[in-house]
């Protein structure tokens, strides 16, 4: 089974939008049932959309938690939705929300919570009567890594992952960036916590990005929406400011944005993948540099940094980016309020943006 988990520590960065990325990528190539999980609580835009108009449709099913997860524990309610392919039939999917919104998830539960699902997905399936085995599973979450998975590498909640249920899966954790997490990682007091914790997941985890000994689950996003988490400088003359300026522009007056910056990065050949704690190392060892040419406050130089961290992973060679870092280059206006529309087929709009042709592009080159 093909596990992503998405996480953040902060709101707004795109957790949603790369979600329906992903489903939308699994549905066109057609491999399997793909089930999304919308742990966002209150504000869980994932599984509105997706089930837009199609709740009292659909049937529901509850996990069986009660061998594996304590009676306490959050339950998953998960209906059956489609989207519809170029030829107008349907391709269906699953989308799963807890019983409880406000629940909380421990290293423990969440472990548990992914057992369930993997012990529990013929069920699922067939009460689903659905003809494909479940083969991908997207959670969306508004959590950061560190309340999902435990900082200690030989913890006894890793054992799932390493001799259990989920050994053979391979589970992706997605890191969605703004300039505030790197600020922190750098100098806050739980960057050791942070860094102890990617340690504990790349060592257990089953890696799929298997080039080399930097093999990692992590993967690293960065996109125009984490810009907007600055305010443009008063320096006019700094590339990251007249790049936030314009984007504001584009955003204010509801017109598509490219950011160059990125789309060159998404244009470069791949390495191997980068493991986190080296990449948060290229990432402050970019901030000193690109500090020293610049008066701009960090906030304004996010995209400088970014850049200036990965020519400066192999300065002697050409210009190659990490396997596990992902950037997606375009804003499109058409998302800006999706959340917050009607979307009867999510998915099949995403289909024809630019920004799902590149991130499907830069998908299929892990």
């Known amino acids: 089974m093909d596990w992503h988990i998405i996480t953040s520590s902060k709101g707004g960065t795109g957790k949603t939008l790369l979600t329906l990325l992903l489903l939308a990528h699994h549905l066109e190539k057609n491999q399997g049932t793909t089930l999304v999980v919308d742990l966002n609580g209150m504000n869980a835009d994932t599984s509105a959309i997706l089930l837009y108009e199609r709740r009292s449709r659909r049937v529901p099913v509850r996990l069986d938690t009660q061998v594996l997860i304590p009676q306490d524990a959050e339950q998953i309610i998960i209906q059956k939705s489609f989207s519809l392919d170029s030829n107008k039939r349907p391709h269906y999917y699953l989308v799963g929300r807890p019983l409880n919104p406000f629940g909380l998830y421990n290293p423990t539960l969440f472990t548990d919570l992914l057992r369930t699902i ?69 100098s806050g007091d739980d960057a050791t916590l942070v860094k102890l914790t990617a340690t504990a997941i790349e060592h257990n985890l089953n890696r799929h990005l298997d080039h080399g000994n930097n093999t990692t689950p992590f ?92 020519k400066a992973l192999n300065p002697e060679s050409p210009l190659e980016r990490p396997l596990n870092v992902m950037p997606l280059s375009v804003y499109q206006h058409a998302l800006q309020y999706y959340t917050d529309k009607d979307r009867r087929d999510a998915v099949a709009i995403f289909k024809n943006m630019k920004i799902y042709k590149r991130f499907s592009k830069l998908y299929d080159s892990i």
């Open 118 to 186: 993997k012990v529990s997905a013929e069920q699922i399936i067939e009460e689903l009567e659905l003809r494909s085995p479940l083969q991908h599973v997207i959670i969306d979450s508004n959590y950061h890594f560190c309340n999902l998975f435990s900082q200690d590498k030989n913890n006894k909640d890793y054992e799932p992952y390493t001799i259990g249920e989920l050994k053979d899966d391979s589970i992706t954790v997605w890191f969605m960036w703004v300039y505030r997490q790197l600020e922190k990682l750098l």
């Open 219 to 310: 993967m690293h996003v960065f996109n125009p929406v984490a810009l907007l988490s600055a305010q443009p400088g008063k320096n006019k003359e700094g590339r990251m400011t007249a790049t936030i300026s314009a984007f504001r522009d584009a955003w204010t007056h509801k017109k598509d944005f490219t950011v160059k910056e990125l789309e060159q990065l998404e244009q470069l050949p791949t390495r191997i993948g980068i493991c986190f704690d080296k990449w948060i190392e290229q990432l402050e060892i970019a901030r000193v540099a690109v500090g020293q040419r610049s008066n701009d406050d960090p906030y304004f130089l996010f995209l400088d940094i970014l850049v200036e961290a990965v």
